[in-house]
């Protein structure tokens, strides 16, 4: 194996990296320090800063208008994507704390796009059943619990349109995807990339982006 890329991402090569994308803007960038004010602790469930604008140019690049959400915290990955979404374009989002998505609430009001977002304070599998079982889903976004995902993987397919994306975060799920035997979510990540990587009716790169992001794409 050649390992063509040895580059180390430092804190001055990320901020580099964060200053050549494009910024967050105010909204964006309040919300993000309300979650780790407001739950430092589990602030780091909330998708990396340069998640959002990767996420915004996927919804543009795909022409997406209808957009799942499968774990949406406090809304930060919710609000990047609704802003690109044009305005008939709809975003569900799965959830099942109000306390968490009340902040996602407040953003999206003040970004003017609280009308682009259904969302759904219900277990996520309930939500993605009830949908309509024809494709028409432009494009998922994947990010809650670990353990399910294999699951809302075989929810979310068949409903998606040719050439419909999936993008799951935390596929790298901290390095212990490396471990044979890992339990919990660990298991349930490693077990997740292993389905997604056989499952023909889609094509699916791993990439080492933040805590590892996956684009399934459907043939």
Not at 180 to 192: D, H, I, L, M, P
Request: aromatic share 6%; glycine share 8%.
């Amino acid at each position: 194996m050649t390992k063509g890329n040895s580059t180390k991402i430092t804190d001055e090569l990320y901020r580099y990296m964060l200053d050549h994308n494009p910024p967050l803007d105010p909204v964006q960038r309040g919300l993000v320090a309300t979650t780790y004010e407001k739950f430092p602790d589990v602030a780091g469930m909330q998708s990396a800063e340069e998640q959002g604008p990767l996420l915004a140019f996927l919804v543009r690049l795909t022409g997406a208008r209808h957009i799942v959400e499968v774990g949406t915290f406090t809304g930060f990955s919710t609000l990047s994507m609704a802003q690109a979404l044009p305005p008939d374009g709809v975003i569900i989002a799965c959830d099942v704390s109000e306390e968490w998505t009340a902040y996602g609430r407040e953003a999206w009001k003040a970004a003017g796009v609280a009308d682009r977002i259904d969302l759904r304070i219900a277990p996520a599998l309930d939500t993605l059943r009830a949908m309509p079982p024809e494709p028409h889903i432009d494009m998922a976004y994947v990010d809650a619990d670990k353990e399910s995902q294999i699951a809302y993987w075989e929810e979310l397919v068949p409903r998606l349109r040719p050439g419909g994306l999936i993008v799951t975060d935390n596929t790298l799920f901290h390095g212990s995807v490396l471990d044979e035997s890992a339990t919990g979510s660990a298991a349930g990540v490693r077990a997740y990339n292993e389905h997604v990587a056989a499952d023909t009716r889609m094509e699916s790169v791993l990439l080492a982006i933040s805590d590892g992001l996956t684009l399934s794409r459907k043939r």
